[in-house]
């Protein structure tokens, strides 16, 4: 039945999706073991520098929620 | 939220949670017809108020607990504009705190049960994204006439490189409300629809313990997110804002 292939091919696509998620996870994990390997090296710069690493963080993060954003629509919304 | 259909198994719609409804039964939604999303969105200002303008009321110089959460909140927002856009970006502090206390306080009175989330709609995201694009992009055409575009200029590339990196500036400046939107948005949609899809598996006696923690960590993950994304769209703004302020490299 038409539906049903579209269906499957919605559920297949959402979870070839969160393989995105992946490559999210190793940008954040990058960003703040950098962060913290320069903030042992020289604690007292590491104050100042905590607001960059969030945006950083923010930043990585955000494409991993997209690749979500895009699982979640193709499983609920199509 | 868990049902068992015709076919047997179980089907559960996690996302219904995100679906505006009208307040008083009607089935047409308006433009002026009040929602769950006004509401809470009213709720959210009242929440604001109640913070801000009753929790001073008092005035007093060794501050009461209200008092003190509400200083705390607007030097931590003062300070952020301070460092990140510099002395001339604190004429904008009232913008970029009522977009940081808004967006704080949406996402947390998203978290209580059976509430909605106003920030987790692309259509609330958006249109806080488009305000503050089109103020900075406005902002540094009055400030500094055409040389504002010596933004995209990369002036410390060769010569040849130029043009091709003026284009990929130029893209990546018209991506940024993109960006900033989905962001928010995406980040709380995707909190909620996780708990709520611990939650439908909470029906299943034999792992309803297990999926109960479960709820427990990502609620605590989901406080942390909410605080993060809040600051994180208020640190963004500054940042553009610094961009339209002093548009040079």
């Excluded at chain 2, 068992?4 to 505006?20: A, R, T, Y």
């Excluded at chain 2, 002026?32 to 007093?60: E, K, S």
């Excluded at chain 2, 003190?68 to 009232?94: N, Q, R, T």
């Amino acid at each position: 039945m038409e539906g049903d292939i579209v269906q499957m091919g919605a559920y297949i696509g959402a979870g070839l999706a969160c393989t995105g998620m992946g490559g999210a996870a190793v940008g954040v994990g990058h960003v703040v073991g950098n962060f913290l390997s320069g903030a042992l090296r020289n604690p007292s710069a590491a104050g100042g520098q905590t607001a960059t690493m969030f945006i950083g963080i923010a930043f990585a993060e955000a494409l991993g929620i997209f690749s979500f954003l895009v699982a979640l629509l193709l499983m609920f919304a199509v | 939220m868990a049902t068992e259909s015709e076919e047997g198994g179980l089907v559960f719609h996690p996302m219904d949670q995100f679906i505006v409804t009208p307040l008083f039964g009607d089935d047409t939604i308006h433009w002026y017809t009040p929602t769950n999303v006004t509401l809470w969105m009213a709720l959210t200002v009242l929440g604001i108020f109640a913070l801000l303008v009753l929790g001073t009321r008092g005035r007093a110089i060794v501050p009461t607990r209200v008092q003190s959460i509400a200083e705390l909140a607007y030097g931590f927002v003062h300070k952020m504009v301070e460092d990140v856009a510099g002395k001339d970006g604190l004429k904008y502090f009232p913008y970029i705190m009522t977009l940081f206390m808004f967006i704080v306080f949406a996402n947390f009175l998203g978290l209580l049960p059976m509430s909605f989330t106003t920030t987790s709609h692309i259509a609330v995201t958006a249109v806080m994204a488009m305000g503050v694009f089109l103020t900075v992009t406005i902002l540094g055409f009055v400030l500094h006439g055409a040389s504002f575009l010596k933004l995209f200029w990369i002036s410390a590339a060769p010569l040849p490189l130029r043009p091709i990196l003026a284009l990929i500036e130029i893209i990546s400046y018209f991506v940024r409300p993109v960006s900033h939107s989905i962001r928010l948005a995406g980040n709380m949609m995707a909190g909620h629809a996780v708990i709520k899809v611990f939650a439908a598996f909470a029906a299943i006696a034999v792992i309803s313990p297990l999926s109960i923690l479960a709820i427990t960590a990502i609620y605590a993950l989901e406080v942390l997110v909410s605080f993060i994304q809040a600051y994180v769209f208020a640190i963004l703004t500054c940042v553009y804002l610094k961009d339209a302020l002093h548009p040079h490299h």
